[in-house]
């Protein structure tokens, strides 16, 4: 849980104020094979922000795909051509992602993975949008450099697509 303000007070031309909940839970469906990990999960995050009206632009909540995926939504870039837009900007965000990960093998120190997703977005202010996605992705653990991910996203509200690379987890 983190918040933000911005004032005249404190040297802003602007005042506005942005709160961010975020929650995450992870449930094993097999027991760990490994000494302590599951080959098998579901993977839970709830974001909640608000922001007041005079939020500037720069400052909204930008669902969608990205380098850093912060608020995943894996069927719509967060930005096409180094900016934002392609997904709705709003002052209010209400996001949902769910994953099940499940390990396929184990060889060599490598891991090989196999995620599917769902991601739930309800931007708010100015307009109303809710999309939801789902997704494939595959996971691949590389000794001393990481997991890799890749992952596939299919907007069932609007057909949108979209594929990411990245390390480590969406969240």
Same mark, same amino acid.
């Given at each position: 849980?983190? %918040?933000?303000?911005?004032?005249? %007070? ?10 961010? #909940? ?12 490994? +000494?302590? /990990? ?10 909640? %922000? $608000? ?13 969608? +795909? ?15 051509? +180094?900016?934002?837009? $392609?997904?709705?900007?709003? $002052?209010?965000?209400?996001? !949902?992602? #769910?994953?099940?990960? /499940? ?10 993975? #196999? !995620? #599917?997703?769902?991601?739930?977005? @309800?931007?708010?202010?100015?307009? $109303? ?9 595959? *996971? !691949? ?5 990481? *997991? @890799? /991910? ?8 609007? *057909? ?12």
């Amino acid at each position: 849980m983190h %918040g933000f303000f911005a004032g005249p %007070g404190l040297g802003s031309d602007e005042s506005f104020a942005s709160g961010l #909940l975020r929650t995450k839970a992870f449930f094993s469906l097999a027991p760990p094979d490994d +000494g302590f /990990r599951s080959r098998s999960m579901l993977a839970l995050q709830a974001v909640l %922000g $608000r922001g007041s009206d005079g939020m500037p632009i720069d400052e909204a909540f930008a669902a969608g +795909g990205g380098p850093e995926m912060e608020f995943p939504l894996r069927a719509h870039r967060q930005a096409e051509d +180094g900016g934002f837009g $392609r997904t709705p900007l709003g $002052r209010s965000l209400s996001l !949902v992602n #769910l994953e099940w990960r /499940r390990r396929l093998a184990a060889k060599a120190g490598l891991r090989f993975g #196999l !995620v #599917l997703s769902y991601d739930g977005a @309800l931007i708010q202010e100015p307009d $109303r949008t809710a999309l939801h996605d789902v997704g494939l992705g595959l *996971r !691949v653990d590389l000794p001393g450099a990481g *997991r @890799l /991910r890749v992952d596939c996203g299919y907007g069932l509200t609007d *057909r949108a697509t979209a594929l990411f690379l990245g390390f480590g987890e969406t969240f």
